[in-house]
């Protein structure tokens, strides 16, 4: 079946500095999606990707599509305490799968003051 | 209400006894899905409703899960017998159509 591998597992960062999380898949994705996940909480959307390409902004995140469609990054600029989670990408296969969405296994984030 | 719901939000269970999941999607969404999430996992997709119909039911680990959709809305996902490794957060999702899912918070089931 389809995976979604995600880099780094883990990351623990000085307030202030930027961050970079991707993710990489072997098979073709038509929308990529990255999800934060704070404790006792479901997954909250923070970005939405659906073309080839496309490079996508919110605040401080900025996220990429990528050309081969089969992998996508994250970058949070500026870090700051409340950053702190666990980050996921998503992609959706579309076609028969649509509404399916593959999860990568998380990147955790601690952010130090 | 604003958001998915689900319930309960945290359920202890002794093996081979089954438990019941709640979710009350977000009010219009037609599309409804549940995942699971074991520690320190990703997502683990089990079902998708599309309606009241399950068009993908690939997920499912066993036959000892099942899931039910009512009325375009409510859901629930039972566990028969339940095992020690069904211990994890099921979380359930809405969208309209096949659109952005939203979450709920999750039922964090213990099998001891």
């Known amino acids: 079946g389809q995976q979604l591998n995600q880099s780094p597992q883990s990351m623990f960062i000085q307030e202030g500095e930027d961050v970079s999380m991707n993710c990489t898949s072997s098979?073709?994705?038509?929308?990529w999606l990255w999800y934060k996940q704070d404790p006792g909480e479901g997954p909250v959307l923070l970005i939405a990707?659906?073309?080839?390409?496309e490079l996508t902004s919110n605040g401080r995140l900025t996220a990429q599509f990528g050309i081969t469609r089969k992998d996508s990054f994250l970058n949070i600029s500026a870090s700051i305490p409340s950053d702190v989670g666990i980050y996921f990408c998503?992609?959706?296969?579309?076609?028969?799968?649509?509404?399916?969405?593959?999860f990568g296994q998380g990147t955790i984030l601690t952010v130090h003051p | 209400g604003a958001g998915v719901s689900q319930s309960p939000s945290n359920k202890v269970t002794e093996k081979g006894k089954d438990v019941e999941l709640r979710c009350d999607p977000i009010?219009?969404?037609?599309?409804l899905y549940w995942y699971r999430q074991s520690l320190g996992q990703g997502l683990e997709f089990l079902i998708y409703?599309?309606?009241?119909?399950?068009?993908?039911k690939s997920g499912l680990p066993s036959d000892r899960f099942s899931a039910e959709r009512t009325g375009g809305s409510v859901s629930t996902l039972t566990i028969q017998r339940t095992q020690q490794e069904d211990s994890a957060v099921y979380l359930c999702?809405?969208?309209?159509?096949?659109?952005?899912?939203?979450f709920g918070p999750g039922t964090r089931l213990t099998v001891l």
């Open positions: 998503a992609g959706l296969a579309g076609g028969t799968s649509y509404g399916k969405l593959t």
């Open positions: 009010s219009g969404h037609t599309a």
């Open positions: 409703f599309q309606g009241n119909s399950a068009p993908d």
């Open positions: 999702a809405s969208s309209l159509f096949t659109d952005t899912q939203y």
């Open positions: 990707l659906y073309k080839a390409g």
């Open positions: 098979s073709i994705f038509n929308t």
